[in-house]
Nanobody, 122 residues
Framework: QVQLVESGGGLVQPGGSLRLSCAASGSIFRIYAMGWYRQAPGKQRELVATVTGGGITNYLDSVKGRFTISIENAKNAVYLQMNSLSPEDTAVYYC????????????????WGQGTQVTVSS
């Protein structure tokens, strides 16, 4: 199994910044991609940003130019730098890893963290 632990959420004023971190551990064989999703109250979970092991990134349109995702392969970690935050960014942010394990190296699946709350409010 693969475990994901997020950190870095909190309360920030509009226009402020936060940096989310996520570290993967466990019986990892290969991580193909990692990413961040978010879910606001009453809304469906949505993709915020993803990054492949090779560094190819993809962003939700509304966060382009404000958020930056990065991956640190040696540490099985992914980060999300969030700038110019607005109340619309308030949500629980979930870390995701597309990974295979040592016991099933050819079978890749999604793993999820527990989520970290980000609240943007004055």
């Amino acid at each position: 199994q693969v475990q994901l632990v997020e950190s870095g959420g909190g309360l920030v004023q509009p226009g402020g910044s936060l940096r989310l971190s996520c570290a993967a551990s466990g019986s990892i064989f290969r991580i193909y991609a990692m990413g961040w999703y978010r879910q606001a109250p009453g809304k469906q979970r949505e993709l915020v940003a993803t990054v492949t092991g090779g560094g190819i990134t993809n962003y939700l349109d509304s966060v382009k130019g404000r958020f930056t995702i990065s991956i640190e392969n040696a540490k099985n970690a992914v980060y999300l730098q969030m700038n110019s935050l607005s109340p619309e960014d308030t949500a629980v942010y979930y870390c995701n890893a597309d990974s295979s394990t040592r016991s099933t190296p050819l079978h890749r699946r999604d793993y999820w963290g527990q989520g970290t709350q980000v609240t943007v409010s004055s």
